[in-house]
């Protein structure tokens, strides 16, 4: 099928400095704004993001790339339905973060094993040599949500190991590196910049859990005498009381970071269960902040899992329903518009 990809857009969104016909492999200057997405999706669900929806960019995640088991080789078939969803994505015009995971449950396990972690490694060298040569806006996610007590120490120096092994096959791709403690923005208090220049620092926030997971003892479980204490803003929920104000206290830690060390950051991820009392209000503040201190973003998740696919009824708790224009859908669609019209 011919390239869908706007040559206007490329010009605007993915310039390269002096050469405004090519497209840039580096991280843009336009804001990014777009939605997590997983390996699921078709040809007819990237077009609608694309043309629809109007977005500039998507965050593929892939958790559990690499075996645990030895030789901890990926999955021919897997990594080819990796390499086909990035293509779809360049091809519709969209900026693509791709964010594996080695093994995503217990982190412990794989830094305590060198093998796996020279494996990890190894995959990157072929992941990043695949798209060295190719000019199209890929940027790499080094790891989904680093966490557990050895990340504290050990993610540190690993990442700027995974740093170091992709420029040597890959020097111009945009590097994307999130902190320990599941990427949330308490993480960076600790954490340094990796030391190269082309990469953007990463952070995620689903605050508060209870709320945006609806959680008792587990995802999903809240009575539904919990879900309708849990409104937002305003209610006392996990100790404190949520509201724009503690959303941003949550987010400052990221900020503050950019500020320290003169870096780019994003949120790759945020996003809340649709039916929680008060989501849109909550999705309104979080995108208002990062907005505000013009941070780009991406949501989760576009047509993934169900309690947070946004075109679903958000009145249809704990229930799959037809996909349409839901309020959430038109609040992101007013931001992706803003950036469509300037391509």
């Known amino acids: 099928m011919k390239s869908v990809i706007p040559a206007l857009f490329l010009t605007l969104a993915f310039a390269v400095p002096g050469n405004s016909a090519s497209p840039s492999p580096s991280w843009p200057a336009q804001r990014l704004r777009g939605a997590n997405i997983t390996l ?102 080094l790891m989904n949500e680093p966490h557990d007590k050895l990340a504290l120490t050990d993610w540190q120096p690993y990442a700027k190991k995974l740093t170091a092994a992709i420029r040597a096959v890959d020097s111009v791709h945009t590097i994307v590196v999130e902190p320990p403690e599941w990427g949330w923005p308490r993480g960076f208090k600790t954490f340094e910049p990796t030391g190269d220049p082309n990469t953007v620092y990463s952070f995620h926030f689903y605050g508060p859990m209870d709320f945006t997971h609806q959680r008792n003892r587990g995802m999903l479980k809240a009575t539904e005498e919990q879900w309708r204490e849990r409104f937002y803003p305003g209610a006392i929920i996990e100790g404190e009381k949520w509201d724009r104000d503690r959303l941003r206290s949550y987010l400052q830690d990221a900020f503050d970071f950019r500020g320290r060390h003169g870096v780019t950051v994003w949120c790759g991820e945020f996003g809340c269960t649709r039916w929680a009392v008060g989501a849109l209000d909550w999705f309104r503040d979080m995108v208002e902040i990062l907005e505000g201190e013009k941070v780009g973003w991406s949501y989760y998740s576009y047509r993934e899992w169900y309690p947070m696919d946004l075109e679903m009824d958000p009145a249809a708790r704990l229930e799959r329903t037809p996909r349409s224009e839901t309020e959430i859908v038109k609040f992101f669609k007013k931001y992706f518009f803003l950036d469509a019209e300037s391509r």
């Open 40 to 141: 699921n999706l078709t040809r007819e669900d990237v077009e609608h993001f694309a043309r629809d929806w109007k977005a500039n960019s998507v965050r593929l995640l892939v958790n559990d790339l690499v075996p645990a088991q030895p030789p901890h080789r990926v999955d021919p078939g897997q990594l080819e339905k990796v390499y086909s969803l990035v293509d779809l994505c360049l091809e519709y015009g969209l900026y693509t973060v791709f964010s594996p995971s080695p093994v995503f449950s217990d982190n412990d396990r794989f830094f305590s094993n060198a093998e796996y972690m020279t494996a990890y490694l190894e995959f990157w060298k072929e992941f990043a040599s695949h798209y060295a040569a190719n000019p199209g806006p890929v940027a790499y996610d």
